[in-house]
């Protein structure tokens, strides 16, 4: 049986390391004996389920879809008989389970301090996101330009990048004054879990950062988290409108969509409509 | 997420009872995000949200339940689609669990 008091400090303490647990709930049974509603195990990658659950099926599957609901970052509510396999809400036999994942809050780390990076600084802090940013210009990397990020470097970039850790809930976007500078910011970022890595840039300055790397020999697959020219295509041309195209490509490719318009033409009100 | 833990943390370290509202599923023209969640103390007051008016009343009675007896429950909501009364604007099927958390040191059965 899981203290829950103790469920609590696992997933503080996780959280603290920036790492990653996901509680595995009890919502509801039929025709099994499952035991209490509520939380009843916490997964942990390569430890597998911190209590028995169920049935040793049930309990297999649990661990496999922790892992998954931990890998894709989402909740996900599941249905199993007593030998594990997911079944429909209309089965005669089955428990409901919920698989919660509890994961530190999403960072931002923004390299280049410049135009674009303020308005995206404070997109990131109503997005909640943890938000970092670095240049070694002082003049630029200052808290009087950056009131809400959590927190301002002024550093050279090659420096900032080879202490901080980019962990996989860490965005990175990178909008520096030159291309020299997205080239060297790139090659410490390649081999890091970043799930994204937005870069700014004409398609001409991304394909020269590309050459570059490629002919150092890194690999066009380490190219897969890399997102340049950055953002979903709004139009943007402002600074202000930049940021918002980032913000917009950071929370379509969290929340998984499809970055189009919802609008449904068909749908339109016609005038007669209404009568 | 820190935040959530630390206020379960903060209350129940001082024998206080908390209960949780997080949405395990929903359906029909109001979906909410699964995982989304809501605390609610003994005094009244509430942490983060489930998804707004339509729903919320529902789950607070649920909670205010919880909070009493300390049994974790599922609660389905049926959201009816008001649009033309004077509700509000929902339709669907809500799933919420509600959990109880306390420090089982500091707080008797």
């Known amino acids: 049986m899981i203290d829950r008091a103790a469920a609590v400090a696992a997933a503080q303490d996780a959280l603290a390391r920036r790492s990653a647990i996901a509680f595995v709930h009890l919502v509801g049974a039929r025709g099994i004996e499952a035991g209490e509603i509520g939380i009843r195990a916490i997964y942990e990658s390569g430890q597998g389920l911190s209590h028995a659950v169920a049935t040793p099926g049930i309990d297999q599957a649990l661990a496999r879809l922790a892992g998954e609901s931990l890998a894709s970052g989402h909740p996900r509510a599941v249905n199993l008989d007593a030998a594990g396999q997911p079944v429909s809400r209309r089965a005669r036999v089955y428990a409901r389970f919920l698989l919660d994942p509890i994961m530190a809050t999403p960072r931002l780390l923004i390299v280049g301090a410049g135009h674009i990076a303020v308005p995206l600084a404070r997109l990131a802090a109503v997005l909640e996101f943890e938000t970092i940013v670095v240049d070694e ?62 870069m700014i840039g004409s398609r001409r300055r991304v394909h020269i950062v590309y050459g570059t790397l490629l002919a150092e020999g890194y690999e066009p697959e380490q190219f897969e988290k890399v997102y340049a020219p950055i953002g979903l295509d709004i139009g943007a041309r402002t600074p202000a409108e930049i940021a918002i195209a980032i913000a917009a490509e950071i929370v379509d490719l969290r929340r998984q969509g499809k970055g189009r318009r919802l609008s449904l033409r068909e749908f339109r009100p016609e005038a007669g409509d209404g009568r | 997420m820190e935040e959530y833990f630390r206020q379960i943390a903060a209350r129940t370290g001082e024998g206080e009872r908390v209960a949780s509202a997080v949405v395990v599923s929903s359906r029909g023209s109001t979906p909410q995000d699964i995982g989304a969640r809501m605390l609610f103390f003994r005094d009244g007051s509430t942490w983060g949200t489930v998804g707004g008016g339509c729903v919320e009343a529902d789950v607070r009675a649920e909670a205010i339940r919880v909070l009493a007896d300390g049994r974790s429950r599922a609660l389905e909501i049926d959201l009816i689609d008001d649009i033309k009364g004077e509700g509000d604007v929902c339709g669907g099927t809500l799933e919420v669990l509600l959990e109880s958390w306390s420090d089982a040191l500091l707080i008797s059965p």
């Open chain 1, 137 to 198: 210009r002082a003049d630029f990397a200052n808290r009087e330009r950056f009131p809400t990020a959590d927190e301002v470097h002024a550093q050279s970039f090659e420096e900032f990048l080879d202490e901080f850790e980019v962990d996989e809930r860490t965005h990175v976007v990178l909008v520096t004054r030159a291309h020299r500078f997205d080239e060297l910011a790139l090659r410490r970022l390649l081999g890091s879990p970043a799930p994204y890595i937005g």
